[in-house]
């Protein structure tokens, strides 16, 4: 084969690959999906979900999908702020009613009295499930997949291998058959701890379970038959929770997947002989009634979700904030839900090429990692954040929101030098509070995306002050209509007070030796840990690092042997409980296996926090939630460290994006508009060939004088 | 040779059980199985109930290696290492512990590992020993000279480099290739030419040098010079002399590493989000999924074994003086 065949065989093979792509030969995605998928979104997934269980799924990766697929009763407003609960499959917000001793009704602010609460929840009429083939039936009527045999799953390897397939409604019945899965003691749902301090008969129902079924690996474990007290169905669309107490937030956890429907007849169907040898499971296929349903699960390439065709008709919300009408968020007003046909996640384990995708228009929306932070964002001339030339140039917007999380330093209240309730402790601790300047963390180690805290509850949740009235007395001062933190002598003379003058260990006569214990022990971390290091030797105390991996890291927690450390929470619900309950002294890490990782103990804290997380939002709570946060600012168990800014950045044909960080199920109101797309990402993605002809052509040139040197060599005498 | 081989297959018991013993005394070193719970489960309001409840249905709740509770030999066999071990040696690998069929996983992603590995072996090969033929002849001048600096040169640069950098030129400024992603069948061709190209380049530096230093030792041999007295061309020499007698080395390299190309490459799949074998690994250690890391390490071992037999009797297919007794 000479080399002009070599060339016309190179030529042949890049036609062919470029005859095959969508325009461009860069472009990721088959050219057969072109002509259906012109309503799609693009977008990624890093690591496989670990389960699409709605019992047990609780990560945000995980979420991203079960939320599009599965409904719960009521969702958050996608506009309105402060975050609003609204129906969702349920007809309107659940029917509270309170009842006292002996079975008579109460009111709801004689908190005292209340033995129980009963929550009614109406769910709509004429939802439907997605077609799947546990809702298949002949023409009896019976169910035709839920009594396979080995030989009905020759053939079958996936889900879309089933012929027959069905459909039922939604009745109150599978929130139940839910709810008894949350209680089950073999599907580990995370909140089934949670569930037990309040639901009625909730222990006795996980106690009748492992009796029915004391193998938990056998066969499907039929829930209906098995009584939960506290939870029952009034008619077909109507059932009622009933919970100990008063607990305002559950309506917060039915607008989570745990509190989705499920029907008996999918997790029969997944339960069969066969089934999980082939990994057919409810973990790889959900089955649900929402506008998305998961068509391919790849998770090892591709995820894909396509509209449901039997979504009921949600509509795109009318109401909004005033600048969401400037802001164009409500031009879909009204339409029906979903916009969008189908959605391609695609595996991008790694964040550059992911950035650089984005860049090319091959995914649509993308958040601001630290590499590509300065490619991004500028900072403008009063210091705002400003999206770079090359964004703005490509039609690039930017949306920011403070994160409904906070990431703090916790001091172990255990230990005998910075933990307990001692005067000297207290000091010590809001010197250092003082000294760790968090407003130059976020400004070096986060490109200044946060806000320092100034208590545990972040901005957007109710008992979050702002202003003067809202900031740590004790870190900060209020200068020129800002916190400004108070000065370096400030935390010396409290160290004096403290007992540690200059820094020094009275016992020692050496510097006070702390230690930091962390799960950040590689190069990355480094700086930060420098950081930390040196904001400590502002006070003369030496800082010990002692970096572990994150198991022993979880197991110092657990067993207290910590003394100081950095962790942090995401809300689960927008609630201002949902933050204190981690400095509430009987949820304490090392003597109830709670959340309270700084093991703080106040009994005016907690008694404030028993009666704050059983009243409405109103000035009786936010008096209550003031006093608290002086408490926990005055005795310093956490510095408070800051919130975290979400950025995204998103394409110009990528529309209806305001961020909402407690909603989940967010796929359905968005748009795109695809001509724009494929327009930009033919424009931005013409190949440039140029320079590989010119090295190609350099390589050809290069082989004259080689087949020169080549000849004069054979020819010349060998040394 | 029969004998050889069943010797050889006898002898891999004993270091299969080593590699397994190994691998999980540094896996429980590191992880216990309430970590490994609590890694299934998330961090947030997990029980110590849910933990225990996980760790007996997954057989994770006995012991490690001796069960002192238990009589006679279920003292040994009631173990974690005994339950979650044994079935290995019928390549029985069982569910992860997120419940997949480990098996079926393998069978999947070892196609796309294969779909990099092969090409980039087959033309690598092709490449570095031509390249490597090359500067073998001009040795001595100043183009082996400056052949060799650019091979250190390559080899000394990481393979990160590579990827990056070729993932910028070739998808981000020529726009040739797409940056990352896979595909099965035809269009899945344009996804595998820059990570096949980038294992290539990367794999020139050591690769040539170490092939020109193979023919370098060839070619000052005596039955060289003897055919170069016969007047055989330079070329001739080359080609059908010392480069068959130099595939003794080059096979003990290349041989060894045929069946672990099934494995694929950790950095190379993910970079270029390739659903092969090295991701499978990697993603199980950062789940702390012992089951697929106990398998994977035990079918890399196995394919490692069989590597050295192969090369063993690639031997006898070269060099008609190796016998195996």
């Keep these: 084969m000479n080399s002009r065949s070599v060339i016309l065989i190179i030529i042949a093979i890049a036609l062919f690959i470029g005859a095959c792509s969508d325009g461009a030969w860069n472009n990721p995605y088959p050219s057969d999906r072109k002509g259906k998928s012109a309503n799609v979104i693009y977008s990624s997934f890093s690591e496989r979900p670990k389960r699409l269980d709605p019992v047990s799924s609780y990560s945000s990766n995980e979420y991203q999908f079960i939320a599009q697929i599965y409904e719960p009763p009521l969702q958050y407003h996608y506009l309105l702020r402060p975050y609003t609960l609204v129906p969702l499959?349920?007809?309107?917000?659940?029917?509270?009613?309170?009842?006292?001793?002996?079975?008579?009704?109460?009111?709801?602010?004689?908190?005292?009295?209340?033995?129980?609460?009963?929550?009614?929840?109406?769910?709509?009429?004429?939802?439907?499930?997605?077609?799947?083939?546990?809702?298949?039936?002949?023409?009896?009527?019976?169910?035709?997949?839920?009594?396979?045999?080995?030989?009905?799953?020759?053939?079958?390897?996936?889900?879309?291998?089933?012929?027959?397939?069905?459909?039922?409604?939604?009745?109150?019945?599978?929130?139940?058959?839910?709810?008894?899965?949350?209680?089950?003691?073999?599907?580990?749902?995370?909140?089934?701890?949670?569930?037990?301090?309040?639901?009625?008969?909730?222990?006795?129902?996980?106690?009748?379970?492992?009796?029915?079924?004391?193998?938990?690996?056998e066969g499907w474990h039929d829930l209906r038959d098995i009584k939960l007290d506290g939870v029952r169905v009034v008619d077909r669309y109507t059932y009622r929770i009933r919970i100990n107490g008063k607990y305002p937030q559950l309506v917060y956890w039915m607008a989570m997947p745990f509190f989705a429907p499920m029907a008996w007849e999918a997790e029969k169907f997944y339960a069969q002989d066969g089934m999980e040898e082939r990994n057919i499971s409810l973990n790889w296929y959900p089955v649900g009634t929402g506008p998305f349903m998961l068509t391919e699960n790849n998770p090892n390439l591709r995820m894909v979700m396509e509209k449901n065709p039997n979504f009921h008709g949600e509509r795109y919300p009318s109401e909004g904030e005033p600048e969401d009408y400037e802001n164009g968020l409500l031009k879909d007003a009204g339409k029906r839900l979903p916009l969008i046909d189908k959605a391609v996640y695609s595996l991008e384990k790694e964040t550059i090429p992911y950035w650089s995708k984005f860049l090319q228009g091959y995914y649509d929306a993308s958040s601001v990692s630290s590499d590509s932070f300065d490619q991004a964002i500028q900072f403008g001339s009063g210091g705002d954040f400003q999206l770079t030339e090359l964004m703005q140039d490509k039609g690039i917007q930017l949306a920011t929101a403070v994160t409904t999380s906070i990431l703090y330093m916790g001091f172990n209240m255990t230990d005998p030098v910075v933990g307990g309730d001692s005067e000297q402790s207290r000091f010590l601790r809001r010197a250092i509070s003082i000294a760790v300047d968090y407003e130059e963390y976020i400004s070096i180690f986060a490109n200044g995306r946060g806000v320092?805290?100034?208590?545990?509850?972040?901005?957007?949740?109710?008992?979050?002050?702002?202003?003067?009235?809202?900031?740590?007395?004790?870190?900060?001062?209020?200068?020129?209509?800002?916190?400004?933190?108070?000065?370096?002598?400030?935390?010396?003379?409290?160290?004096?007070?403290?007992?540690?003058?200059?820094?020094?260990?009275?016992?020692?006569?050496?510097?006070?030796?702390l230690n930091f214990d962390t799960p950040s022990a590689g190069p990355d971390a480094k700086a930060q840990l420098n950081w930390m290091r040196k904001q400590y030797q502002k006070l003369g105390i030496q800082l010990v690092i002692r970096a572990t991996d994150y198991n022993r890291f979880q197991e110092k927690m657990r067993n207290g042997t910590s003394q100081i450390f950095q962790w942090g929470w995401n809300a689960d619900y927008p609630d201002p409980e949902n933050f204190f309950f981690l400095l509430y002294g009987p949820n304490a890490k090392v003597k109830h296996h709670g959340e309270n990782a700084a093991n703080y103990a106040n009994p005016e804290f907690d008694r404030l926090f028993e009666k704050m997380k059983n009243i409405q939002n109103g000035p009786e709570r936010l008096a209550t939630i003031k006093e608290m946060t002086k408490i926990a600012q005055q005795d310093a168990p956490w510095l408070w460290g800051f919130h975290p800014k979400a950025f995204s950045l998103f394409h110009s044909w990528y529309q209806n994006v305001k961020p909402n960080l407690m909603a989940n199920n967010l796929l359905k109101y968005r748009r795109v508009v695809s001509e724009d797309r494929q327009a930009k990402r033919e424009a931005w993605n013409k190949p440039n060939y140029w320079p590989l002809i010119l090295v190609g052509i350099f390589l050809l040139a290069s082989l004259i004088p080689a087949v020169i040197a080549f000849r004069k060599r054979e020819r010349s005498t060998l040394k | 040779m029969i004998a050889y081989i069943i010797r050889r297959i006898l002898y891999a018991i004993p270091i299969l059980i080593g590699v397994n013993i190994l691998t999980f005394l540094l896996f429980f070193v590191v992880n216990s199985p309430d970590d490994m719970a609590r890694m299934f489960l998330g961090q947030k309001h997990v029980t110590e109930e849910q933990i225990?409840?996980?760790?007996?249905?997954?057989?994770?709740?006995?012991?490690?290696?001796?069960?002192?509770?238990?009589?006679?030999?279920?003292?040994?066999?009631?173990?974690?290492?005994?339950?979650?071990?044994?079935?290995?040696?019928?390549?029985?690998?069982?569910?992860?512990?997120?419940?997949?069929?480990?098996?079926?996983?393998?069978?999947?992603?070892?196609?796309?590992?294969?779909?990099?590995?092969?090409?980039?072996?087959?033309?690598?090969?092709?490449?570095?020993?031509?390249?490597?033929?090359?500067?073998?002849?001009?040795?001595?001048?100043?183009?082996?000279?400056?052949?060799?600096?650019?091979?250190?040169?390559?080899?000394?640069?990481?393979?990160?480099?590579?990827?990056?950098?070729?993932?910028?030129?070739?998808?981000?400024?020529?726009?040739?290739?797409?940056?990352?992603?896979?595909?099965?069948?035809?269009?899945?061709?344009?996804?595998?030419?820059?990570?096949?190209?980038?294992?290539?380049?990367?794999?020139?530096?050591?690769?040539?040098?170490?092939?020109?230093?193979?023919?370098?030792?060839?070619?000052?041999?005596?039955?060289?010079?003897?055919?170069?007295?016969?007047?055989?061309?330079?070329?001739?020499?080359?080609?059908?002399?010392?480069?068959?007698?130099?595939?003794?080395?080059?096979?003990?390299?290349?041989?060894?590493?045929?069946?672990?190309?099934?494995?694929?490459?950790?950095?190379?799949?993910?970079?270029?989000?390739?659903?092969?074998?090295?991701?499978?690994?990697?993603?199980?250690?950062?789940?702390?999924?012992?089951?697929?890391?106990?398998?994977?390490?035990?079918?890399?071992?196995?394919?490692?074994?069989?590597?050295?037999?192969?090369?063993?009797?690639?031997?006898?297919?070269?060099?008609?003086?190796?016998?195996?007794?």
């Design chain 1, 89 to 217: 499959t349920a007809s309107r917000l659940p029917e509270v009613r309170y009842f006292g001793e002996g079975g008579v009704l109460v009111d709801e602010n004689a908190v005292d009295s209340i033995k129980y609460s009963e929550y009614t929840i109406k769910i709509n009429k004429g939802i439907q499930f997605q077609p799947h083939p546990a809702f298949a039936i002949n023409n009896k009527g019976d169910l035709v997949n839920l009594n396979l045999t080995a030989k009905d799953l020759e053939g079958i390897h996936v889900l879309s291998d089933f012929e027959a397939i069905g459909s039922r409604e939604l009745t109150a019945e599978d929130y139940v058959y839910q709810i008894k899965r949350i209680a089950s003691p073999y599907l580990h749902s995370p909140i089934a701890g949670v569930m037990s301090d309040y639901i009625v008969g909730f222990d006795d129902f996980r106690k009748q379970a492992s009796e029915k079924y004391p193998n938990p690996n």
């Design chain 1, 452 to 513: 320092a805290a100034q208590g545990p509850v972040p901005p957007g949740i109710f008992g979050n002050i702002a202003g003067e009235s809202g900031i740590n007395p004790f870190v900060y001062d209020w200068k020129f209509g800002e916190p400004k933190r108070k000065g370096i002598e400030v935390a010396l003379d409290l160290m004096e007070q403290a007992g540690y003058k200059d820094g020094i260990d009275p016992n020692t006569g050496k510097p006070l030796v």
């Design chain 2, 52 to 325: 225990e409840d996980w760790k007996s249905e997954r057989g994770y709740h006995q012991p490690l290696f001796y069960n002192a509770e238990e009589e006679g030999v279920e003292k040994l066999t009631q173990t974690i290492f005994y339950t979650k071990s044994v079935r290995l040696f019928v390549f029985d690998f069982g569910r992860s512990d997120s419940g997949r069929d480990i098996s079926f996983d393998i069978s999947q992603r070892m196609w796309p590992s294969l779909a990099i590995a092969v090409p980039q072996l087959i033309v690598g090969l092709l490449v570095t020993i031509s390249l490597a033929l090359l500067i073998a002849f001009f040795r001595g001048t100043y183009i082996d000279y400056w052949a060799v600096v650019i091979c250190v040169a390559l080899m000394s640069i990481s393979s990160l480099f590579y990827i990056i950098g070729g993932q910028f030129v070739m998808g981000k400024v020529l726009r040739v290739v797409p940056i990352s992603g896979f595909e099965d069948g035809v269009f899945g061709i344009k996804f595998l030419i820059l990570p096949v190209l980038i294992g290539i380049i990367g794999g020139i530096g050591s690769s040539t040098r170490w092939y020109r230093t193979i023919f370098l030792e060839e070619i000052n041999k005596d039955y060289v010079r003897t055919a170069r007295a016969k007047g055989i061309s330079e070329q001739m020499v080359l080609f059908k002399h010392v480069l068959r007698n130099a595939m003794i080395p080059i096979l003990t390299g290349v041989v060894v590493i045929l069946p672990l190309l099934f494995m694929g490459s950790l950095i190379t799949e993910s970079f270029f989000g390739i659903p092969g074998l090295g991701s499978y690994t990697i993603d199980a250690i950062n789940r702390q999924d012992f089951s697929i890391v106990r398998s994977m390490v035990f079918l890399g071992a196995v394919l490692y074994i069989i590597g050295l037999l192969l090369t063993d009797i690639s031997y006898t297919l070269v060099d008609p003086r190796v016998r195996l007794n």
